[in-house]
């Protein structure tokens, strides 16, 4: 991976109070979250089945976030949580009102909106992970935080897979920019975005 792929603010000390305030409707959204990261994945699998490299990393992304949402189910059946019928995620979907239109381009912003997405959950998981007071959460949100990061990276190294690893930089940085007023332009709630 060449140049810089950092997200372009923090989130803020009212984020995580209230998620740790709200923990059981975070756990909620949090699983959410991950099935459709399994979702989107297979979703690439399906639309570019004509890139190899790609489909073998996405099938394996897939699993990876599959068995996340096994794992925040659990959590959740231990806190007598259930699931709740799917509902718009409207952080994902202020980011996915700047993709832009053209093949080439249109899969581009799909990895590199993926991967500010992905950064943002290690982030946040890393945050929740520090300052969650039960000690198996914790290890959980840290292992959590490690994978996310991992993804955040991997988007990007499909993206210098198929694109020259300049118009990846600038292009990350658009992106790392429209994420930042996005977040800032959304309340806060008690949810991973």
Same mark, same amino acid.
């Not at 099938?59 to 949580?81: G, S, T, W, Y």
């Not at 500010?116 to 946040?124: L, M, T």
């Not at 429209?178 to 806060?188: A, G, R, T, Y």
């Given at each position: 991976?060449?140049?810089?792929?950092?997200?372009?603010?923090?989130?803020?000390?009212?984020?995580?109070?209230?998620?740790?305030?709200?923990?059981?409707?975070?756990?909620?959204?949090?699983?959410?979250?991950?099935?459709?990261?399994?979702?989107?994945?297979?979703?690439?699998?399906?639309? /570019?089945?004509?890139?190899?490299?790609?489909?073998? &990393?996405?099938?394996?992304?897939?699993?990876?976030?599959?068995?996340?949402?096994?794992?925040?189910?659990?959590?959740?059946?231990?806190?007598?949580?259930?699931?709740?019928?799917?509902?718009?995620?409207?952080?994902?979907?202020?980011?996915?009102?700047?993709?832009?239109?053209?093949?080439?381009? /249109?899969?581009?912003?799909?990895?590199?909106?993926?991967?500010?997405?992905?950064?943002?959950?290690?982030?946040?998981?890393?945050?929740?992970?520090?300052?969650?007071?039960?000690?198996?959460?914790?290890?959980?949100?840290?292992?959590?935080?490690?994978?996310? &990061?991992?993804?955040?990276?991997?988007?990007?190294?499909?993206?210098?897979? /198929?694109?020259?690893?300049?118009?990846?930089?600038?292009?990350?940085?658009?992106?790392?920019?429209?994420?930042?007023?996005?977040?800032?332009?959304?309340?806060?709630?008690?949810?991973?975005?």
């Amino acid at each position: 991976m060449t140049g810089d792929y950092s997200l372009k603010s923090a989130s803020s000390l009212a984020w995580l109070t209230t998620v740790l305030d709200n923990f059981d409707e975070f756990l909620v959204d949090h699983a959410a979250n991950e099935r459709k990261a399994s979702s989107m994945a297979l979703s690439l699998v399906a639309h /570019y089945p004509d890139r190899p490299q790609l489909i073998n &990393a996405m099938i394996d992304l897939a699993l990876e976030e599959l068995n996340h949402f096994r794992q925040v189910v659990r959590v959740m059946n231990k806190r007598a949580l259930v699931l709740v019928p799917d509902r718009k995620d409207a952080y994902v979907n202020h980011l996915r009102s700047h993709m832009r239109d053209g093949s080439d381009k /249109y899969f581009l912003d799909r990895l590199l909106s993926a991967s500010v997405i992905e950064a943002r959950g290690a982030e946040r998981f890393a945050l929740i992970a520090d300052k969650v007071e039960d000690t198996d959460l914790q290890s959980f949100y840290a292992a959590l935080a490690r994978s996310e &990061a991992s993804h955040h990276h991997l988007f990007v190294e499909l993206a210098e897979v /198929y694109f020259d690893s300049n118009e990846v930089t600038t292009r990350f940085e658009e992106w790392a920019d429209i994420e930042k007023q996005v977040l800032e332009d959304l309340p806060v709630h008690a949810r991973l975005h």
